[in-house]
T-cell receptor
């Protein structure tokens, strides 16, 4: 079985500051891991994914994430936050049949 | 290439009524997924199809819920005798079994409010 824990339901950063959103996973098989972003009243947009290739994954909008097997983590980072990054972010792990198991989400607030 | 589309985007209904949602996947995507997202939570898996075959259903999918994908293209999700607890965003996603199969692309969702 798979599960995802996102630490921190709300994260607040200043514009230009580092963004760090934490994700820990549990999986009985080698995992595929994903970060999605959701803007209000919209669907989910894929930011990046890890599929057992490079452990440092680069995504859209300057985001990246590092897969650390020893820590069962897949934290999302961005060096410099922009106002347009304010949204809800979901970490997910892929299970049987490729169905996704999501964390509860982290709402990112960017202060000017 | 158009993305995943869902219709309607919003639905308000009274308790006890039936509702049906439609999802059109990305063309040639043979896997189609339904998820439900309640306020403040991440999406939860409901069911998925490979072509027209429904391969898995979550125990969240009570017998009031039924999903179909009759020709392996669009899918419908019907909820019978709606309850207030059914109020949620219903998300559809699709993926290709042949290429980039692990990546699911999501539609905009249908937000259901049961009064």
């Amino acid at each position: 079985a798979q599960s995802v824990t996102q630490l921190g339901s709300h994260v607040s950063v200043s514009e230009g500051a580092l963004v760090l959103l934490r994700c820990n996973y549990s999986s009985s098989v080698p995992p595929y891991l994903f970060w999605y972003v959701q803007y209000p009243n919209q669907g989910l947009q894929l930011l990046l994914k890890y599929t057992s290739a490079a452990t440092l994954v680069k995504g859209i909008n300057g985001f990246e994430a590092e897969f650390k097997k020893s820590e069962t983590s897949f934290h999302l980072t961005k060096p410099s936050a922009h106002m347009s990054d304010a949204a809800e972010y979901f970490c997910a792990v892929s299970g049987k049949g490729n169905k996704l198991v999501f964390g509860a989400g982290t709402i990112l607030r960017v202060k000017s | 290439d158009t993305g995943v589309s869902q219709d309607p985007r919003h639905k308000i209904t009274k308790r006890g009524q039936n509702v049906t949602f439609r999802c059109d996947p990305i063309s040639e995507h043979n896997r189609l997924y339904w998820y439900r997202q309640t306020l403040g939570q991440g999406p939860e898996f409901l069911t998925y199809f490979q072509n027209e075959a429904q391969l898995e259903k979550s125990r969240l999918l009570s017998n009031r819920f039924s999903a179909e994908r009759p020709k392996g293209s669009f899918s419908t999700l019907e909820i019978q005798r709606t309850e207030q607890g059914d109020s949620a965003m219903y998300l559809c996603a699709s993926s290709s079994f042949l290429a980039d199969q692990e990546t699911q692309y999501f539609g905009p969702g249908t937000r259901l409010l049961v009064l």
